[in-house]
């Protein structure tokens, strides 16, 4: 049973924005860390950024200044803001949810429960 959908994702020009969003189906959505990790071909899955349910932030050192994380729990969904698109953020971006925000940044993603099936992200020069 899929609980995490992903949407958003597309092709944009270097320098361009992009917002992706994720709707997570249960009703624990508040309480939990959400985050989104991504994989490019050829690479190793990273954390792109990562919020608490209190709203406390992480970033990548890569994304820092261009993506902004949030969340709405009364949507029960979780938002990437992402401005200014280089050719590296070019990934299949993947919504995951965690019990803690440590929980889902630690060991590049292993203490993360949930995993949404991806959205790809392609960013054009």
């Known amino acids: 049973q899929v609980q995490l959908v992903e949407s958003g994702g597309g092709t944009v020009q270097a320098g361009g924005s992009l917002r992706l969003s994720c709707l997570d189906s249960?009703?624990?959505?508040?309480?939990?860390?959400m985050g989104w990790y991504r994989q490019a071909p050829g690479k190793r899955r990273e954390l792109v950024a990562g919020i608490s349910s209190g709203g406390q932030t992480k970033y990548a050192d890569s994304v820092k200044g261009r993506f902004t994380i949030s969340r709405d729990n009364a949507k029960n969904t979780v938002y990437l803001q992402m401005n200014s698109l280089k050719s590296e953020d070019i990934a299949v971006y993947y919504c995951?949810?965690?019990?803690?925000?440590?929980?889902?940044?630690?060991?590049?993603?292993?203490?993360?429960?949930?995993w949404g099936q991806g959205t790809q992200v392609t960013v054009s020069s």
């Open positions: 249960r009703s624990i959505f508040s309480i939990n860390a």
């Open positions: 995951v949810s965690a019990r803690r925000l440590f929980d889902l940044i630690i060991n590049n993603g292993l203490g993360v429960t949930d």
